[in-house]
């Protein structure tokens, strides 16, 4: 049991949450504008040691048919590089929908908050990808293994 990070990764921004696996709860922290921070990675490592992460969630965006999408491969690339600088177990999770879901779970956001929306329902949809981890059960958590380990006998999506 402990807290984890979890990272819902893009280009522009990086969405940011924290959560307990005892209580399944997830919140919001806030996004990295990935276009002004140098090293995102570096910011990601720092956030995860204040938070005293035990381990970190990426989404992984897929089809709903479970198939690869367009950037799958570019968050796979981003896990390789998180997980060469990181000690911190990383996991993948299905992110299909969690935007979708995030901006319903956020429609009654105030007019001041909304000015901020994109960067805030990033790390929404990153709360949303952590809820649904700790939901799932540890024997079915996919745990990331950089291409070529052949020593790591975890599975990858």
Do not use: Y
Not at 3 to 18: H, K, N, Q, S, Y
Not at 40 to 51: C, G, H, L, N
Not at 60 to 68: A, E, K, W
């Amino acid at each position: 049991m402990g807290r984890w990070l979890c990272i819902d990764f893009g280009e522009r921004r990086t969405g940011l949450a924290v959560g307990q696996d005892d209580t399944g709860l997830a919140f919001p922290r806030p996004a990295i504008d990935t276009r002004a921070v140098p090293d995102p990675i570096a910011a990601i490592v720092a956030t995860a040691a204040e938070e005293g992460a035990r381990g970190l969630v990426l989404g992984l965006p897929l089809h709903p048919d479970g198939r690869p999408s367009e950037k799958t491969a570019a968050v796979r690339r981003f896990a390789a590089a998180l997980s060469a600088r990181c000690a911190l177990p990383l996991f993948l999770q299905d992110e299909t929908w969690s935007t979708v879901e995030a901006k319903e779970r956020t429609a009654h956001w105030s007019a001041k908050k909304k000015k901020n929306e994109k960067s805030a329902l990033d790390s929404a949809a990153a709360a949303v990808i952590l809820q649904r981890f700790f939901e799932t059960p540890e024997g079915g958590r996919v745990r990331f293994a950089p291409e070529g380990n052949p020593t790591d006998e975890r599975r990858n999506p």
